[in-house]
């Protein structure tokens, strides 16, 4: 008599990247990722706002996002912020989780075995199987905590708004404006904007203004320079703004990035 067992494996190949800033930024996934993946907060704190909500996270945090899922990230750390990410490629068959904060595998424990598995990448094959035994481990672990999604597709007219905006941030366009590029009128865009994507057009339009000023002010620009190329016309209104998305003021993050910091 045989008796054969088969099993296809859910997870096929992952990949740790450590990550290291010395200054306040912003991750802009809002064309959506491929892979789901877990992060780890070392250093730091951040408002990951995706398309189920708002998650604060701070240090000693495990979170989860799952794949195809639009998001940003605002963080900030003094003197630096730090985190891991642990992306990975799931079969069809894996249902597709909601983002979350995994309370139970946050603290140093989770954070001593990332280390682990960073070690193991220039090791021998015994210290590569222990690496996968530690990421199934973890898998396994976060499985339990996880809900199914409930995220809904967004609508052609939200992403044409945020095309729209995109394209016209550095400008003075208005809710009106926006609403006329989705077909839409103003209080239909301003919910379906607010169901699909959690935030409203108008901080939508101060985020992508901001993330393109942080960008000048890395390459040198000066903070009304910055202010004014992004549409801002007020430096106060610019510096306001900026010190809430992105936690420090302007001149702040501008001298974190000068040559030698």
Known sequence: METRSEMTVPITQWNLRHVRYSLSHLCDGSA??????FGFVVRGEARLKHEEGETALKEGDFFFLPDRERYRTFWSGDPFVEYYILS???APSVPRFAPARIRE???EGTLAALRQMEGAASGGLKDQAEAAAIFFRLYSEALAQLGEGTRRAQSQSVLTAREFIRAHASESCSVSEIARAACLSES???HL????????PLAYKNEVRVERAAALLREGATIWQAALACGFGSEIYFRRV????????PGAYRRRCAPGN
């Not at 959506?32 to 993946?37: C, I, M, N, T, V």
């Open 32 to 37: 959506g990722k491929p892979e789901p993946l």
């Open 88 to 90: 990975f490629a799931a």
């Open 105 to 107: 595998l946050g603290g």
């Open 188 to 190: 239909r865009l301003y």
């Open 193 to 200: 904007f607010r169901e699909e994507t959690g935030t409203t």
């Open 242 to 249: 900026f010190k809430q998305l992105m936690g420090v003021t």
